[in-house]
Protein backbone atom coordinates (compact mmCIF):
# COMPACT_ATOMS: atom_id res chain seq x y z
CA UNK A 1 0.00 0.00 0.00
CA UNK A 2 2.73 2.17 0.90
CA UNK A 3 5.44 1.25 -1.61
CA UNK A 4 6.79 4.93 -1.36
CA UNK A 5 8.36 4.64 1.69
CA UNK A 6 11.88 4.79 1.57
CA UNK A 7 12.64 4.01 5.70
CA UNK A 8 11.83 0.70 6.72
CA UNK A 9 8.94 1.77 9.18
CA UNK A 10 7.56 -0.11 12.20
CA UNK A 11 3.83 -1.66 11.67
CA UNK A 12 1.93 1.20 10.73
CA UNK A 13 -1.25 -0.59 12.79
CA UNK A 14 1.24 -0.22 15.83
CA UNK A 15 0.48 3.85 15.77
CA UNK A 16 -3.67 3.87 14.12
CA UNK A 17 -4.78 2.97 17.98
CA UNK A 18 -1.97 6.19 19.43
CA UNK A 19 -3.78 8.93 17.87
CA UNK A 20 -7.40 7.02 16.99
CA UNK A 21 -7.80 6.32 20.59
CA UNK A 22 -6.95 10.14 21.48
CA UNK A 23 -9.35 11.51 19.57
CA UNK A 24 -12.14 8.60 20.30
CA UNK A 25 -11.22 9.63 24.00
CA UNK A 26 -11.51 13.12 23.48
CA UNK A 27 -15.01 12.51 21.81
CA UNK A 28 -16.40 10.37 24.86
CA UNK A 29 -15.42 12.48 27.77
CA UNK A 30 -17.11 15.91 25.72
CA UNK A 31 -19.94 14.07 24.92
CA UNK A 32 -20.76 13.29 28.36
CA UNK A 33 -19.56 16.42 30.06
CA UNK A 34 -19.99 18.77 27.36
CA UNK A 35 -24.30 19.45 26.58
CA UNK A 36 -24.87 20.11 22.85
CA UNK A 37 -21.27 18.64 21.90
CA UNK A 38 -22.72 15.65 20.00
CA UNK A 39 -25.40 17.65 18.19
CA UNK A 40 -25.16 17.53 13.97
CA UNK A 41 -24.51 21.35 14.07
CA UNK A 42 -21.90 20.89 16.77
CA UNK A 43 -19.64 18.48 14.98
CA UNK A 44 -19.99 20.07 11.41
CA UNK A 45 -19.05 23.43 13.23
CA UNK A 46 -15.64 21.33 13.86
CA UNK A 47 -15.40 20.22 10.98
CA UNK A 48 -15.55 23.32 9.31
CA UNK A 49 -13.19 25.02 11.86
CA UNK A 50 -10.51 22.27 11.46
CA UNK A 51 -10.14 23.14 7.59
CA UNK A 52 -7.86 26.27 8.28
CA UNK A 53 -5.90 23.87 10.88
CA UNK A 54 -5.77 21.30 8.34
CA UNK A 55 -4.19 22.91 5.64
CA UNK A 56 -1.37 23.94 7.51
CA UNK A 57 -0.79 20.53 9.20
CA UNK A 58 -0.45 19.05 5.87
CA UNK A 59 2.22 20.77 5.06
CA UNK A 60 4.00 21.07 8.25
CA UNK A 61 4.05 17.38 8.65
CA UNK A 62 6.11 17.29 5.14
CA UNK A 63 8.36 19.78 6.65
CA UNK A 64 8.58 17.68 9.85
CA UNK A 65 9.59 14.73 7.92
CA UNK A 66 12.67 16.01 6.74
CA UNK A 67 13.57 16.88 10.04
CA UNK A 68 12.30 20.61 9.98
CA UNK A 69 9.79 22.56 11.43
CA UNK A 70 8.46 26.02 10.55
CA UNK A 71 7.51 28.08 13.52
CA UNK A 72 6.64 30.70 10.92
CA UNK A 73 3.58 29.54 9.85
CA UNK A 74 0.83 31.31 11.96
CA UNK A 75 2.73 34.75 10.92
CA UNK A 76 2.75 34.03 7.68
CA UNK A 77 -1.08 33.03 7.63
CA UNK A 78 -1.98 36.41 9.24
CA UNK A 79 0.29 38.26 6.90
CA UNK A 80 -1.40 36.40 3.85
CA UNK A 81 -4.98 36.99 5.35
CA UNK A 82 -3.65 40.60 5.71
CA UNK A 83 -3.18 40.36 2.16
CA UNK A 84 -6.22 38.84 1.26
CA UNK A 85 -8.11 41.28 2.93
CA UNK A 86 -5.97 44.50 1.79
CA UNK A 87 -6.07 43.51 -2.52
CA UNK A 88 -9.18 42.00 -2.66
CA UNK A 89 -10.43 45.26 -0.97
CA UNK A 90 -8.82 47.42 -3.33
CA UNK A 91 -9.35 45.75 -6.38
CA UNK A 92 -12.73 44.02 -5.20
CA UNK A 93 -11.30 40.56 -6.68
CA UNK A 94 -11.38 37.65 -4.85
CA UNK A 95 -8.93 36.21 -7.35
CA UNK A 96 -6.55 38.86 -7.32
CA UNK A 97 -6.83 38.50 -3.34
CA UNK A 98 -5.92 34.94 -3.37
CA UNK A 99 -2.87 35.29 -5.75
CA UNK A 100 -1.07 38.18 -3.57
CA UNK A 101 -2.00 35.88 -0.65
CA UNK A 102 -0.33 32.84 -2.22
CA UNK A 103 2.69 35.03 -3.82
CA UNK A 104 3.50 36.45 -0.36
CA UNK A 105 3.20 33.29 1.18
CA UNK A 106 5.20 31.24 -1.25
CA UNK A 107 7.56 34.04 -1.23
CA UNK A 108 7.97 33.52 2.53
CA UNK A 109 7.81 29.40 2.39
CA UNK A 110 11.03 30.22 -0.66
CA UNK A 111 12.55 32.29 2.22
CA UNK A 112 12.75 29.55 4.43
CA UNK A 113 13.80 27.04 2.65
CA UNK A 114 16.39 29.24 1.27
CA UNK A 115 17.97 30.01 4.53
CA UNK A 116 17.88 25.94 5.96
CA UNK A 117 19.05 24.63 2.98
CA UNK A 118 21.51 26.80 1.31
CA UNK A 119 22.63 29.11 4.41
CA UNK A 120 22.44 26.20 6.68
CA UNK A 121 20.63 27.53 9.55
CA UNK A 122 18.67 25.08 11.95
CA UNK A 123 15.33 25.57 11.02
CA UNK A 124 13.91 26.26 14.41
CA UNK A 125 16.11 29.61 14.32
CA UNK A 126 15.52 30.55 11.22
CA UNK A 127 12.00 30.10 10.96
CA UNK A 128 11.66 32.08 13.96
CA UNK A 129 13.43 34.72 12.61
CA UNK A 130 10.82 34.82 9.60
CA UNK A 131 7.98 34.70 12.11
CA UNK A 132 9.35 38.26 13.85
CA UNK A 133 9.53 39.64 10.25
CA UNK A 134 6.34 38.19 9.17
CA UNK A 135 4.57 39.88 12.31
CA UNK A 136 6.41 42.51 11.69
CA UNK A 137 5.21 43.15 8.23
CA UNK A 138 1.48 42.36 9.21
CA UNK A 139 1.74 45.20 11.96
CA UNK A 140 3.09 47.63 9.18
CA UNK A 141 0.45 46.73 6.16
CA UNK A 142 -2.40 46.74 8.64
CA UNK A 143 -0.62 49.47 11.13
CA UNK A 144 -1.68 47.58 13.56
CA UNK A 145 -5.26 48.03 12.71
CA UNK A 146 -8.07 45.42 11.19
CA UNK A 147 -8.77 45.97 7.61
CA UNK A 148 -12.67 45.81 6.91
CA UNK A 149 -15.01 45.78 4.65
CA UNK A 150 -14.23 42.69 2.62
CA UNK A 151 -15.91 41.99 -0.45
CA UNK A 152 -18.93 39.79 -0.71
CA UNK A 153 -17.26 37.40 -3.25
CA UNK A 154 -14.29 36.53 -0.19
CA UNK A 155 -16.46 36.53 2.29
CA UNK A 156 -18.53 33.80 0.84
CA UNK A 157 -16.34 31.62 0.43
CA UNK A 158 -16.68 30.35 4.14
CA UNK A 159 -20.22 30.30 4.04
CA UNK A 160 -21.10 28.93 0.93
CA UNK A 161 -22.15 25.22 -0.12
CA UNK A 162 -21.13 23.06 -3.08
CA UNK A 163 -23.52 19.65 -3.61
CA UNK A 164 -24.75 20.81 0.45
CA UNK A 165 -20.93 20.35 2.05
CA UNK A 166 -19.50 23.41 2.97
CA UNK A 167 -16.64 24.64 0.87
CA UNK A 168 -13.79 25.58 3.78
CA UNK A 169 -14.49 21.09 4.12
CA UNK A 170 -14.19 21.05 0.30
CA UNK A 171 -11.21 23.03 -0.16
CA UNK A 172 -9.31 20.59 2.99
CA UNK A 173 -10.74 17.05 1.58
CA UNK A 174 -8.75 18.36 -2.07
CA UNK A 175 -5.89 19.24 -0.28
CA UNK A 176 -5.55 16.09 1.39
CA UNK A 177 -6.19 14.60 -1.64
CA UNK A 178 -3.01 16.31 -3.15
CA UNK A 179 -0.90 15.80 -0.61
CA UNK A 180 -1.78 12.14 -0.43
CA UNK A 181 -1.19 11.46 -3.99
CA UNK A 182 2.20 14.00 -3.80
CA UNK A 183 3.78 12.17 -0.93
CA UNK A 184 2.46 8.57 -1.72
CA UNK A 185 2.60 8.24 -5.40
CA UNK A 186 4.60 10.36 -6.81
CA UNK A 187 8.52 10.30 -7.08
CA UNK A 188 8.96 13.90 -5.33
CA UNK A 189 7.01 12.14 -2.31
CA UNK A 190 9.27 9.02 -2.23
CA UNK A 191 12.20 11.41 -2.11
CA UNK A 192 10.32 13.50 1.21
CA UNK A 193 10.68 10.26 2.84
CA UNK A 194 14.16 10.16 1.89
CA UNK A 195 15.25 13.78 2.97
CA UNK A 196 14.59 12.72 6.53
CA UNK A 197 15.11 9.26 6.78
CA UNK A 198 18.33 8.84 4.30
CA UNK A 199 19.96 12.63 2.58
CA UNK A 200 23.13 10.64 1.39
CA UNK A 201 20.88 8.32 -0.59
CA UNK A 202 19.43 11.16 -2.73
CA UNK A 203 22.93 12.77 -3.51
CA UNK A 204 24.43 9.43 -4.26
CA UNK A 205 21.08 8.99 -6.90
CA UNK A 206 22.37 12.11 -8.32
CA UNK A 207 19.58 14.53 -7.13
CA UNK A 208 19.91 18.17 -5.10
CA UNK A 209 18.14 17.39 -1.90
CA UNK A 210 18.58 21.54 -1.13
CA UNK A 211 16.43 22.47 -4.21
CA UNK A 212 13.95 19.80 -2.35
CA UNK A 213 14.01 21.03 0.62
CA UNK A 214 12.99 24.31 -0.84
CA UNK A 215 9.85 23.48 -2.34
CA UNK A 216 8.84 21.57 0.52
CA UNK A 217 9.01 24.94 2.96
CA UNK A 218 7.70 26.51 -0.58
CA UNK A 219 4.92 24.34 -0.31
CA UNK A 220 3.82 24.89 3.50
CA UNK A 221 4.49 28.89 2.28
CA UNK A 222 1.91 28.31 -0.57
CA UNK A 223 -0.49 26.63 1.58
CA UNK A 224 -0.55 29.24 4.17
CA UNK A 225 -1.21 31.64 1.70
CA UNK A 226 -4.28 29.84 0.56
CA UNK A 227 -5.55 29.31 4.16
CA UNK A 228 -5.25 33.13 4.46
CA UNK A 229 -7.74 32.96 2.33
CA UNK A 230 -10.09 31.01 3.84
CA UNK A 231 -8.95 32.55 7.70
CA UNK A 232 -9.74 36.30 6.30
CA UNK A 233 -13.53 34.87 4.98
CA UNK A 234 -13.94 32.95 8.51
CA UNK A 235 -13.29 36.22 10.24
CA UNK A 236 -14.88 38.92 7.46
CA UNK A 237 -11.42 40.98 8.02
CA UNK A 238 -8.07 40.98 8.31
CA UNK A 239 -6.22 41.69 11.38
CA UNK A 240 -2.80 41.67 12.33
CA UNK A 241 -2.66 39.01 15.25
CA UNK A 242 -5.52 36.69 13.75
CA UNK A 243 -3.17 33.42 13.25
CA UNK A 244 -0.55 33.98 15.44
CA UNK A 245 0.41 30.58 17.39
CA UNK A 246 -1.93 28.57 14.69
CA UNK A 247 1.44 27.02 13.93
CA UNK A 248 0.93 25.75 17.41
CA UNK A 249 -1.54 23.84 16.79
CA UNK A 250 -0.56 22.55 13.40
CA UNK A 251 2.69 21.45 15.05
CA UNK A 252 0.48 19.98 17.85
CA UNK A 253 -1.76 17.78 15.14
CA UNK A 254 1.32 16.56 13.48
CA UNK A 255 3.13 15.37 16.84
CA UNK A 256 -0.13 13.79 18.30
CA UNK A 257 -0.82 12.21 14.60
CA UNK A 258 2.77 10.08 14.56
CA UNK A 259 4.78 11.80 12.36
CA UNK A 260 8.22 11.19 14.04
CA UNK A 261 10.64 14.71 14.49
CA UNK A 262 13.56 12.75 14.52
CA UNK A 263 13.03 9.43 11.76
CA UNK A 264 11.80 10.80 8.79
CA UNK A 265 8.35 8.85 8.62
CA UNK A 266 5.11 10.64 8.15
CA UNK A 267 1.37 10.06 8.31
CA UNK A 268 -0.93 11.89 6.92
CA UNK A 269 -4.35 10.93 7.81
CA UNK A 270 -2.67 10.87 11.31
CA UNK A 271 -1.92 13.98 10.81
CA UNK A 272 -5.66 15.02 10.01
CA UNK A 273 -7.04 12.67 12.63
CA UNK A 274 -4.41 14.99 15.03
CA UNK A 275 -6.20 17.82 13.41
CA UNK A 276 -9.63 16.62 14.68
CA UNK A 277 -8.25 15.83 18.03
CA UNK A 278 -7.04 19.86 18.56
CA UNK A 279 -10.39 20.85 17.22
CA UNK A 280 -12.32 18.40 19.20
CA UNK A 281 -10.02 19.58 22.20
CA UNK A 282 -11.02 23.27 21.53
CA UNK A 283 -14.62 22.60 20.77
CA UNK A 284 -15.30 20.79 23.64
CA UNK A 285 -13.29 22.66 26.11
CA UNK A 286 -15.44 25.99 25.05
CA UNK A 287 -18.30 24.28 25.88
CA UNK A 288 -18.01 23.67 28.82
CA UNK A 289 -17.06 27.13 29.15
CA UNK A 290 -13.16 27.30 29.64
CA UNK A 291 -11.32 30.41 28.13
CA UNK A 292 -9.32 29.89 25.42
CA UNK A 293 -6.24 30.42 27.45
CA UNK A 294 -6.99 26.74 29.03
CA UNK A 295 -7.56 25.82 25.30
CA UNK A 296 -3.82 26.97 24.55
CA UNK A 297 -2.39 25.05 27.63
CA UNK A 298 -3.98 21.91 26.91
CA UNK A 299 -2.53 22.19 23.45
CA UNK A 300 0.71 22.72 24.86
CA UNK A 301 0.01 19.97 27.35
CA UNK A 302 -1.14 17.49 24.37
CA UNK A 303 1.84 18.00 22.41
CA UNK A 304 4.16 17.13 25.37
CA UNK A 305 2.60 14.44 25.99
CA UNK A 306 2.38 13.13 22.38
CA UNK A 307 6.29 14.02 21.83
CA UNK A 308 7.13 11.87 25.32
CA UNK A 309 5.26 8.93 23.87
CA UNK A 310 6.40 9.44 20.81
CA UNK A 311 9.94 9.01 22.37
CA UNK A 312 9.39 6.03 24.26
CA UNK A 313 8.27 4.31 21.30
CA UNK A 314 11.30 5.06 19.18
CA UNK A 315 13.23 3.42 22.29
CA UNK A 316 11.10 0.31 22.66
CA UNK B 1 42.39 11.52 12.55
CA UNK B 2 43.27 14.97 11.25
CA UNK B 3 41.01 16.99 13.58
CA UNK B 4 41.77 15.03 16.88
CA UNK B 5 45.46 16.05 16.57
CA UNK B 6 44.67 19.73 15.34
CA UNK B 7 42.58 19.60 18.65
CA UNK B 8 45.69 18.39 20.73
CA UNK B 9 48.44 21.04 19.07
CA UNK B 10 46.36 23.94 19.07
CA UNK B 11 44.78 23.94 22.84
CA UNK B 12 42.53 26.99 24.70
CA UNK B 13 45.34 29.16 23.31
CA UNK B 14 43.91 30.13 19.99
CA UNK B 15 40.28 29.51 21.13
CA UNK B 16 40.77 32.11 23.39
CA UNK B 17 42.22 34.86 21.26
CA UNK B 18 39.66 34.07 18.66
CA UNK B 19 37.31 34.60 20.89
CA UNK B 20 38.63 37.67 21.83
CA UNK B 21 38.84 39.13 18.29
CA UNK B 22 35.48 38.02 17.79
CA UNK B 23 34.37 40.47 20.70
CA UNK B 24 36.76 43.17 19.72
CA UNK B 25 34.78 43.11 16.36
CA UNK B 26 31.03 43.44 18.14
CA UNK B 27 32.59 46.28 20.46
CA UNK B 28 33.48 47.96 17.55
CA UNK B 29 30.20 47.39 16.02
CA UNK B 30 28.60 48.71 19.10
CA UNK B 31 30.64 51.89 19.00
CA UNK B 32 29.84 51.77 15.00
CA UNK B 33 26.03 52.30 16.11
CA UNK B 34 26.45 54.69 18.72
CA UNK B 35 28.50 57.34 16.57
CA UNK B 36 25.92 56.87 13.54
CA UNK B 37 23.01 57.81 16.22
CA UNK B 38 25.21 60.56 17.90
CA UNK B 39 25.30 62.27 14.48
CA UNK B 40 21.21 61.18 13.10
CA UNK B 41 19.90 62.44 16.56
CA UNK B 42 20.54 64.79 19.11
CA UNK B 43 19.08 63.38 21.85
CA UNK B 44 20.99 60.01 21.64
CA UNK B 45 24.22 61.34 23.82
CA UNK B 46 22.12 62.89 26.39
CA UNK B 47 22.87 61.62 29.68
CA UNK B 48 19.31 60.46 30.22
CA UNK B 49 18.93 58.78 26.95
CA UNK B 50 22.45 56.61 27.60
CA UNK B 51 21.18 55.57 31.26
CA UNK B 52 17.86 54.30 29.28
CA UNK B 53 19.65 52.33 26.62
CA UNK B 54 21.98 50.75 29.45
CA UNK B 55 18.37 50.07 31.24
CA UNK B 56 16.86 48.93 29.07
CA UNK B 57 19.43 46.19 28.02
CA UNK B 58 20.31 44.99 31.20
CA UNK B 59 16.62 43.57 31.30
CA UNK B 60 17.41 41.88 28.09
CA UNK B 61 20.76 40.93 29.65
CA UNK B 62 19.33 38.69 32.32
CA UNK B 63 17.00 36.87 30.17
CA UNK B 64 19.59 36.20 27.40
CA UNK B 65 22.35 35.74 30.47
CA UNK B 66 20.81 32.35 31.13
CA UNK B 67 19.78 31.69 27.93
CA UNK B 68 23.71 31.70 26.94
CA UNK B 69 24.35 28.67 29.27
CA UNK B 70 21.47 27.08 27.55
CA UNK B 71 22.32 28.15 24.27
CA UNK B 72 26.40 26.90 24.87
CA UNK B 73 24.62 22.78 25.63
CA UNK B 74 23.15 23.31 21.94
CA UNK B 75 19.74 23.65 23.52
CA UNK B 76 17.40 26.55 23.21
CA UNK B 77 14.90 27.87 24.90
CA UNK B 78 11.74 29.35 23.77
CA UNK B 79 9.79 29.87 26.53
CA UNK B 80 11.78 32.36 28.83
CA UNK B 81 9.38 35.22 27.85
CA UNK B 82 6.30 33.39 28.64
CA UNK B 83 8.17 32.35 31.88
CA UNK B 84 8.70 36.07 32.47
CA UNK B 85 5.01 37.21 32.26
CA UNK B 86 3.98 34.05 34.67
CA UNK B 87 6.34 34.96 37.18
CA UNK B 88 5.58 38.64 36.76
CA UNK B 89 1.82 38.04 37.39
CA UNK B 90 2.32 35.51 40.40
CA UNK B 91 5.14 37.93 42.10
CA UNK B 92 2.77 40.91 41.89
CA UNK B 93 -0.11 39.06 43.11
CA UNK B 94 2.07 37.68 46.14
CA UNK B 95 3.09 41.33 47.15
CA UNK B 96 -0.30 42.45 46.96
CA UNK B 97 -1.76 39.84 49.37
CA UNK B 98 1.07 39.89 51.63
CA UNK B 99 2.31 43.23 51.19
CA UNK B 100 5.84 41.79 51.35
CA UNK B 101 8.37 42.22 48.32
CA UNK B 102 10.70 39.70 49.70
CA UNK B 103 8.30 37.45 49.66
CA UNK B 104 6.89 38.48 46.26
CA UNK B 105 10.63 38.46 44.81
CA UNK B 106 11.37 34.60 46.53
CA UNK B 107 7.75 33.47 44.77
CA UNK B 108 9.18 35.35 41.20
CA UNK B 109 12.42 33.57 41.34
CA UNK B 110 11.22 30.13 42.18
CA UNK B 111 8.00 30.04 39.48
CA UNK B 112 10.79 31.03 36.73
CA UNK B 113 13.27 28.26 38.36
CA UNK B 114 10.40 25.42 38.97
CA UNK B 115 9.65 26.43 35.12
CA UNK B 116 13.17 26.08 34.34
CA UNK B 117 13.45 22.50 35.96
CA UNK B 118 10.76 21.71 34.28
CA UNK B 119 12.25 22.53 30.61
CA UNK B 120 15.13 20.75 32.03
CA UNK B 121 13.35 17.74 33.06
CA UNK B 122 11.53 17.29 29.32
CA UNK B 123 14.82 18.20 27.81
CA UNK B 124 16.75 15.18 29.54
CA UNK B 125 14.66 12.64 31.20
CA UNK B 126 11.97 12.51 28.25
CA UNK B 127 14.72 13.05 25.81
CA UNK B 128 12.12 16.01 24.05
CA UNK B 129 14.19 18.28 21.57
CA UNK B 130 14.83 21.10 23.53
CA UNK B 131 13.38 23.99 21.25
CA UNK B 132 9.56 21.60 20.95
CA UNK B 133 9.44 21.03 24.64
CA UNK B 134 10.14 24.84 25.24
CA UNK B 135 8.39 25.83 22.63
CA UNK B 136 5.08 23.61 24.19
CA UNK B 137 6.26 24.99 27.59
CA UNK B 138 5.89 28.41 26.13
CA UNK B 139 2.05 27.77 24.95
CA UNK B 140 1.36 26.08 28.35
CA UNK B 141 2.74 29.25 30.55
CA UNK B 142 0.69 31.60 27.88
CA UNK B 143 -2.40 29.22 28.62
CA UNK B 144 -1.94 29.63 32.64
CA UNK B 145 -0.92 33.25 32.71
CA UNK B 146 -3.66 34.25 30.72
CA UNK B 147 -6.23 31.94 32.31
CA UNK B 148 -4.66 33.13 35.89
CA UNK B 149 -5.07 36.93 35.10
CA UNK B 150 -8.48 36.63 33.33
CA UNK B 151 -7.80 40.10 31.44
CA UNK B 152 -6.58 42.08 34.80
CA UNK B 153 -4.08 44.63 35.23
CA UNK B 154 -1.97 44.49 38.97
CA UNK B 155 -0.86 47.84 39.65
CA UNK B 156 0.42 50.04 42.76
CA UNK B 157 3.48 48.54 44.53
CA UNK B 158 5.09 49.53 47.16
CA UNK B 159 7.38 52.56 46.67
CA UNK B 160 10.64 50.89 47.82
CA UNK B 161 9.52 47.73 45.82
CA UNK B 162 9.64 49.96 42.62
CA UNK B 163 13.22 51.13 43.22
CA UNK B 164 14.65 47.80 42.19
CA UNK B 165 13.75 48.85 38.36
CA UNK B 166 13.54 52.44 38.65
CA UNK B 167 15.95 53.92 41.09
CA UNK B 168 19.23 55.15 41.30
CA UNK B 169 21.85 54.20 43.17
CA UNK B 170 25.21 56.93 42.88
CA UNK B 171 23.67 58.39 39.64
CA UNK B 172 23.00 54.94 37.89
CA UNK B 173 19.79 52.97 37.78
CA UNK B 174 19.84 49.88 39.85
CA UNK B 175 19.34 47.52 37.25
CA UNK B 176 22.70 48.39 35.93
CA UNK B 177 24.47 47.49 39.15
CA UNK B 178 22.62 43.96 38.74
CA UNK B 179 23.77 44.05 35.39
CA UNK B 180 26.97 44.52 36.33
CA UNK B 181 27.04 41.59 39.22
CA UNK B 182 25.68 39.36 37.51
CA UNK B 183 27.70 39.86 34.10
CA UNK B 184 31.03 39.02 36.84
CA UNK B 185 28.70 35.51 38.11
CA UNK B 186 28.19 34.78 34.69
CA UNK B 187 31.41 35.30 33.17
CA UNK B 188 33.00 33.54 36.66
CA UNK B 189 30.68 30.48 36.51
CA UNK B 190 31.06 29.91 32.84
CA UNK B 191 35.10 30.55 32.67
CA UNK B 192 36.39 29.41 35.86
CA UNK B 193 34.06 26.82 37.35
CA UNK B 194 34.69 23.30 37.01
CA UNK B 195 30.56 23.51 35.96
CA UNK B 196 30.80 25.97 33.67
CA UNK B 197 33.74 24.00 31.81
CA UNK B 198 31.71 21.12 31.49
CA UNK B 199 28.76 22.93 29.98
CA UNK B 200 30.96 24.17 27.23
CA UNK B 201 32.44 20.23 26.90
CA UNK B 202 28.60 19.04 26.77
CA UNK B 203 28.03 21.52 23.88
CA UNK B 204 30.75 20.72 22.00
CA UNK B 205 30.65 17.26 22.16
CA UNK B 206 27.51 15.52 24.17
CA UNK B 207 29.09 12.17 23.28
CA UNK B 208 32.76 12.71 24.54
CA UNK B 209 31.35 14.95 27.45
CA UNK B 210 29.26 11.85 28.64
CA UNK B 211 32.18 9.16 28.05
CA UNK B 212 34.88 11.67 30.18
CA UNK B 213 32.27 11.19 33.13
CA UNK B 214 30.70 14.31 33.11
CA UNK B 215 27.19 14.17 34.62
CA UNK B 216 25.63 15.34 31.58
CA UNK B 217 21.60 15.15 32.73
CA UNK B 218 22.43 16.81 35.85
CA UNK B 219 23.85 19.90 34.85
CA UNK B 220 21.21 20.28 31.55
CA UNK B 221 18.82 20.05 34.37
CA UNK B 222 21.11 23.03 36.05
CA UNK B 223 21.54 24.82 32.99
CA UNK B 224 17.86 24.84 32.20
CA UNK B 225 17.05 25.90 35.78
CA UNK B 226 19.24 28.79 35.47
CA UNK B 227 17.63 30.17 32.99
CA UNK B 228 14.12 29.68 34.51
CA UNK B 229 15.51 31.32 37.33
CA UNK B 230 17.33 34.80 35.46
CA UNK B 231 13.67 34.93 33.64
CA UNK B 232 12.22 35.29 37.45
CA UNK B 233 14.87 37.72 38.09
CA UNK B 234 14.11 39.64 35.00
CA UNK B 235 9.65 39.14 36.28
CA UNK B 236 11.38 40.91 39.28
CA UNK B 237 12.97 43.78 37.14
CA UNK B 238 9.98 44.24 34.57
CA UNK B 239 7.52 44.18 37.50
CA UNK B 240 9.29 47.04 39.28
CA UNK B 241 10.18 49.33 36.48
CA UNK B 242 6.66 49.29 34.96
CA UNK B 243 4.83 49.01 38.67
CA UNK B 244 2.30 46.97 36.82
CA UNK B 245 2.09 43.15 35.22
CA UNK B 246 -0.42 41.86 32.47
CA UNK B 247 -0.52 38.43 30.88
CA UNK B 248 0.87 39.56 27.88
CA UNK B 249 4.15 41.48 28.94
CA UNK B 250 6.15 38.43 27.50
CA UNK B 251 5.19 38.37 23.99
CA UNK B 252 7.58 40.32 23.09
CA UNK B 253 10.55 39.43 25.02
CA UNK B 254 12.01 36.21 23.71
CA UNK B 255 13.08 36.73 19.94
CA UNK B 256 15.29 39.99 21.58
CA UNK B 257 16.63 37.48 24.12
CA UNK B 258 17.77 35.27 21.65
CA UNK B 259 18.90 37.70 19.30
CA UNK B 260 21.23 39.43 21.87
CA UNK B 261 22.80 35.64 22.63
CA UNK B 262 23.46 35.20 18.62
CA UNK B 263 25.15 38.93 17.69
CA UNK B 264 26.86 38.26 21.07
CA UNK B 265 28.71 35.63 19.31
CA UNK B 266 27.27 32.22 20.95
CA UNK B 267 27.06 29.05 18.54
CA UNK B 268 23.54 27.93 18.03
CA UNK B 269 25.92 24.24 17.66
CA UNK B 270 26.61 24.87 21.16
CA UNK B 271 30.35 24.81 22.80
CA UNK B 272 31.40 28.37 21.80
CA UNK B 273 30.38 31.39 23.19
CA UNK B 274 30.70 33.97 26.59
CA UNK B 275 28.10 35.72 28.56
CA UNK B 276 30.54 38.89 28.36
CA UNK B 277 29.45 38.29 24.27
CA UNK B 278 25.92 38.55 25.42
CA UNK B 279 26.30 41.42 27.26
CA UNK B 280 27.82 43.17 23.98
CA UNK B 281 24.79 41.49 22.13
CA UNK B 282 22.06 43.13 24.12
CA UNK B 283 23.97 45.92 24.04
CA UNK B 284 24.06 45.84 20.21
CA UNK B 285 20.45 45.07 19.83
CA UNK B 286 19.28 47.82 22.68
CA UNK B 287 21.22 50.55 20.69
CA UNK B 288 19.48 49.62 17.27
CA UNK B 289 15.70 49.68 19.01
CA UNK B 290 16.86 53.07 20.62
CA UNK B 291 17.78 54.33 17.77
CA UNK B 292 14.66 53.53 15.65
CA UNK B 293 13.16 54.95 18.39
CA UNK B 294 14.71 58.16 18.19
CA UNK B 295 14.72 58.71 14.82
CA UNK B 296 10.66 58.28 15.21
CA UNK B 297 10.57 54.97 13.53
CA UNK B 298 6.98 53.39 14.47
CA UNK B 299 7.13 50.70 17.08
CA UNK B 300 5.79 48.26 14.39
CA UNK B 301 8.91 47.47 12.47
CA UNK B 302 10.60 46.27 15.63
CA UNK B 303 9.80 42.81 15.38
CA UNK B 304 10.92 42.47 11.40
CA UNK B 305 14.05 43.90 12.77
CA UNK B 306 14.81 42.14 14.86
CA UNK B 307 13.85 39.04 12.78
CA UNK B 308 16.19 40.50 10.54
CA UNK B 309 18.79 40.73 12.85
CA UNK B 310 18.90 36.86 14.26
CA UNK B 311 18.98 35.66 11.01
CA UNK B 312 21.98 37.54 10.23
CA UNK B 313 23.73 36.78 13.32
CA UNK B 314 23.21 32.90 12.82
CA UNK B 315 24.21 33.45 9.07
CA UNK B 316 27.51 34.86 10.30
CA UNK B 317 27.65 32.18 12.96
CA UNK B 318 27.33 29.29 10.40
CA UNK B 319 29.99 30.70 7.67
CA UNK B 320 32.54 31.41 10.58
CA UNK B 321 32.16 27.78 11.49
CA UNK B 322 32.02 26.80 7.42
CA UNK B 323 35.63 28.72 7.47
CA UNK B 324 36.98 27.17 10.54
CA UNK B 325 36.11 23.81 9.72
Known amino acids: ?316 | MTDISKEAVAPPRSFLSQDAIQLFYRLLAALLICAVLAVLSDSFLSLGNILNVLRQASLTFFIASGLTLVVLTAGLDLSVGANVALSACIAGTVIHKTGSPALGILTGLACGGIVGLLNGIMVTALRIPSFIATYGMLWVLNGLTYWYMAGETLHGFPAGFRQIGSGYLFGLPIPVYLLLVFLGIGTLFAQRTIWGQEIYAIGANPVAARLSGIPVARRLLLVYAVSGTMAGLASIIFLSRLNSAEADIGESLTLPAIAAVLIGGTSLFGGVGTVFGTFIGALILTLVLNGMNLLSVSANWQPLVTGIIVILAVWLDVKTRRRAQ
Open chain 1, 1 to 316: MREATVVSQPNPLQRIPGVAIVLVLLIALFSTIAPGFLSVANLSNVLVQSTILTMLALPMTLIIMTEGLDLSMGAVLTLTSLCVAIISLATHSMLLGLGAGLLVGTAFGFANGWLVAIVGIPPFVATLGTLGMAQGLSLIVSDGQSVVGIPHSVRDIYSATLLGVPVPIVMALVTYAAFHGLLYHTRFGTYIFALGGNREALRYAGLSPNRLLIAVYAIGGAMAGIAGLLMTARMNSGHPTAGLGLEFDAIAAVAVGGTSFERGNGWLLGTVLGVLSVGVLRNGLNLISLPSSVQVASVGVLVIVALFLDGLRSRA
